[in-house]
């Protein structure tokens, strides 16, 4: 059946009639929504949004992340022919998953942006679906976190990173993507006690209370350990992951703005996401994907895969 809708099947994104199921048309043509899922700004009926947040005013070194959606969305085309691996069930054929496209924003007016964001995830969630959100630079988490938090409460988060991302900024006219989740704590947006940070290997004496699982820590031990050290921590809390790329080392993800050496290697993080199934996850985002500086596609491949791990993280818990 794969053979033959091969030979028929073009831009699904526009065309498929039914929102589940996988897609067959060539990996190098069509228009390149997520994982060949159907764009839609109509939710109805549909339980999880994949959305693009092309948003890149707020890095501190390497700009460029603004295109990591287009990007992201082009590398899933090479697995929308077969279920994720390893995970036993098949989220595209169990679940109608929309790609909701990206969001709209004045660049010239970077100070309305958080709250532009906001609306938009408020948007999706008042049609009944969760959102994933493919950044752009990691100050987007901010926004969306704070509207999960109106709609789940103080959220458990589980952040993977080479940096904290929680450098101290009480300025709260201030968009930046290395202290957002400092705001996000002095905001109670996150439950400081059930919320742990994996893959870091940069500097911030003041952890401001967060459980963290630094890179060192993930090569000494094993991904199995860890992601049991994880789930002991958020427990059954609601659950918002998001997940920057330069966690990755820049040998499997150049395509960064601010790459750190020592990170995981894409088996660990596949490992560490794979057996953290069963978490109350509610939503996630997979930001920090630079395309000029990911000349193979490497780093928008692994942001594609992480992006597809998080949709069966929020799928594992509610499949038939």
């Given at each position: 059946?794969?053979?033959?809708?091969?030979?028929?099947?073009?831009?699904?994104?526009?065309?498929?009639?039914?929102?589940?199921?996988?897609?067959?048309?060539?990996?190098?043509?069509?228009?390149?929504?997520?994982?060949?899922?159907?764009?839609?700004?109509?939710?109805?009926?549909?339980?999880?949004?994949?959305?693009?947040?092309?948003?890149?005013?707020?890095?501190?070194?390497?700009?460029?992340?603004?295109?990591?959606?287009?990007?992201?969305?082009?590398?899933?085309?090479?697995?929308?022919?077969?279920?994720?691996?390893?995970?036993?069930?098949?989220?595209?054929?169990?679940?109608?998953?929309?790609?909701?496209?990206?969001?709209?924003?004045?660049?010239?007016?970077?100070?309305?942006?958080?709250?532009?964001?906001?609306?938009?995830?408020?948007?999706?969630?008042?049609?009944?679906?969760?959102?994933?959100?493919?950044?752009?630079?990691?100050?987007?988490?901010?926004?969306?976190?704070?509207?999960?938090?109106?709609?789940?409460?103080?959220?458990?988060?589980?952040?993977?990173?080479?940096?904290?991302?929680?450098?101290?900024?009480?300025?709260?006219?201030?968009?930046?993507?290395?202290?957002?989740?400092?705001?996000?704590?002095?905001?109670?947006?996150?439950?400081?006690?059930?919320?742990?940070?994996?893959?870091?290997?940069?500097?911030?004496?003041?952890?401001?209370?967060?459980?963290?699982?630094?890179?060192?820590?993930?090569?000494?031990?094993?991904?199995?350990?860890?992601?049991?050290?994880?789930?002991?921590?958020?427990?059954?809390?609601?659950?918002?992951?998001?997940?920057?790329?330069?966690?990755?080392?820049?040998?499997?993800?150049?395509?960064?703005?601010?790459?750190?050496?020592?990170?995981?290697?894409?088996?660990?993080?596949?490992?560490?996401?794979?057996?953290?199934?069963?978490i109350n996850m509610v939503g996630g985002d997979v930001v920090e994907v630079s395309p000029p500086y990911d000349t193979a596609g490497i780093t928008a491949v692994a942001?594609?895969?992480?992006?597809?791990?998080?949709?069966?993280?929020?799928?594992?818990?509610?499949?038939?």
């Open positions: 059946m794969a053979l033959e809708d091969a030979k028929t099947e073009v831009d699904t994104a526009i065309t498929r009639r039914d929102a589940r199921g996988l897609s067959y048309e060539n990996a190098f043509g069509g228009a390149t929504s997520f994982l060949r899922r159907r764009y839609t700004k109509d939710l109805a009926g549909y339980d999880l949004a994949v959305t693009g947040v092309p948003f890149d005013q707020a890095v501190t070194h390497r700009p460029g992340t603004r295109f990591g959606p287009r990007a992201i969305r082009e590398a899933s085309t090479l697995q929308a022919f077969d279920p994720p691996y390893g995970w036993g069930f098949d989220p595209l054929s169990d679940f109608s998953i929309a790609d909701y496209g990206d969001l709209a924003f004045d660049y010239a007016r970077p100070a309305e942006f958080p709250e532009t964001l906001a609306a938009h995830i408020r948007g999706i969630h008042d049609q009944g679906a969760a959102v994933i959100a493919l950044g752009g630079d990691h100050s987007i988490s901010h926004p969306i976190l704070r509207a999960h938090a109106e709609r789940f409460g103080p959220l458990a988060l589980i952040h993977f990173d080479a940096h904290s991302d929680t450098w101290a900024d009480d300025d709260t006219g201030r968009i930046d993507h290395g202290t957002m989740f400092y705001k996000a704590v002095k905001e109670g947006v996150i439950d400081v006690a059930h919320s742990v940070q994996v893959g870091l290997r940069t500097t911030n004496a003041d952890t401001l209370g967060l459980h963290i699982i630094d890179a060192f820590d993930v090569h000494e031990t094993s991904p199995r350990a860890v992601a049991e050290k994880v789930r002991s921590i958020v427990e059954d809390r609601p659950v918002y992951v998001s997940f920057d790329i330069d966690c990755l080392d820049p040998a499997y993800a150049p395509g960064t703005g601010t790459p750190v050496w020592g990170g995981l290697s894409s088996a660990q993080a596949a490992i560490i996401l794979r057996r953290l199934a069963g942001g594609a895969h992480v992006a597809t791990e998080l949709i069966c993280l929020w799928a594992w818990p509610r499949r038939r």
